[in-house]
């Protein structure tokens, strides 16, 4: 399913929307572009779940986690990595594997590492602050 927001409050608002769908162990891997709003879904996402949480981009961290009433939340960002053994390193397999809920930009750059149920949500910027979300695909 495709969904176009026309704000950054919108595409907050998806990410919120599938926050109060998630289970633990699901895994959604965001890609697009740097700015296709990828970082701001996870924003909304996380208010949804824990109301006013500062959120940022896991680009230098590779790896923010955020405990909130309901789960953890595993934020990981694989545009820095140049290997799937640094994913070792990272605990990655440990999140993936545990009860929380694993948001991954970037991810596809390690498909072979993505567990089998992992959802790859794409984005697209079309400019003017327009973005463009497929919400649907297994990895």
Same mark, same amino acid.
């Given at each position: 399913?495709?969904? +176009?927001?026309?704000? #950054?409050?919108? +595409? ?10 998630? *289970?633990?162990?699901?895994?959604? #891997? ?9 970082? /701001?879904?996870?924003?909304? &996402? ?15 961290? %590779?790896?923010?986690?955020?405990? +909130?009433?309901?789960? +953890?939340?595993?934020?990981?960002? &694989?545009? *820095? ?11 990655? /397999? ?9 948001? %991954? ?13 992992? #959802? %790859? %949500? *794409?984005?697209?910027? *079309?400019?003017?602050?327009?973005? /463009? ?7």
């Amino acid at each position: 399913m495709k969904i +176009t927001t026309h704000t #950054v409050e919108a +595409t907050r608002a998806l990410g919120a929307s599938l926050a109060g769908k998630a *289970r633990p162990g699901d895994c959604l #891997v965001l890609e697009g572009e740097l700015g296709a709003g990828k970082t /701001e879904f996870v924003r909304g &996402f996380m208010a949804a779940l824990s109301g006013d949480v500062a959120v940022r981009s896991p680009s230098f961290s %590779i790896l923010n986690i955020y405990d +909130t009433p309901r789960l +953890t939340v595993y934020h990981f960002d &694989f545009y *820095r990595l140049v290997d799937a053994a640094e994913l070792v390193e990272i605990g990655f /397999e440990d999140c993936a594997s545990s009860d929380g809920v694993c948001l %991954i930009e970037w991810g596809t750059l390690f498909p072979d590492a993505l567990p089998q149920h992992a #959802v %790859i %949500i *794409r984005f697209r910027d *079309r400019g003017d602050g327009v973005r /463009e979300v497929d919400l649907g695909e297994a990895a």
